[in-house]
């Protein structure tokens, strides 16, 4: 009941992951690092580093995952699961135009509040 009450609180972005993984996924692996168990996707051409939508992380299959992309990435959901249907406007929004901004403006992206954010609840320390 739990999973599916969590699934609905975060519908809106389990929705876009399920269309990128329906369209683009390539793999399915799961890691342990540390205390950490994550389950990601590989797909190509999702983001430069990666993108968590709800239940769904997906990381680009030409990129090394490593622990870093794949801990912010676990915070990014974190992120999704406090803040349910907002998540896309509060997170997801912010961080898709800053990180189009980034490839035209130099500026520490990580630095920004959501970004940061993703950064301490995933265990990311830079």
Do not use: C
Not at 11 to 30: A, C, D, H, T
Not at 66 to 75: D, N
């Amino acid at each position: 009941m739990k999973k599916f009450l969590l699934f609905i609180w975060q519908l809106p972005q389990n929705l876009l992951g399920w269309l990128v993984y329906m369209v683009n996924m390539k793999s399915v692996k799961e890691v342990y690092d540390g205390s950490l168990k994550v389950k990601y996707y590989t797909a190509k051409h999702v983001s430069d580093r990666g993108i968590s939508l709800g239940m769904f992380i997906f990381l680009d299959s030409d990129r090394v995952a490593t622990s870093i992309r794949i801990r912010h990435e676990s915070g990014h959901q974190k992120q999704s699961e406090y803040l349910g249907w907002l998540y896309l406007i509060v997170i997801g929004l912010p961080s898709l135009v800053g990180n189009i901004l980034r490839r035209y403006i130099k500026f520490d992206y990580y630095s920004t509040w959501w970004e940061h954010s993703a950064d301490v609840l995933g265990g990311v320390k830079r």
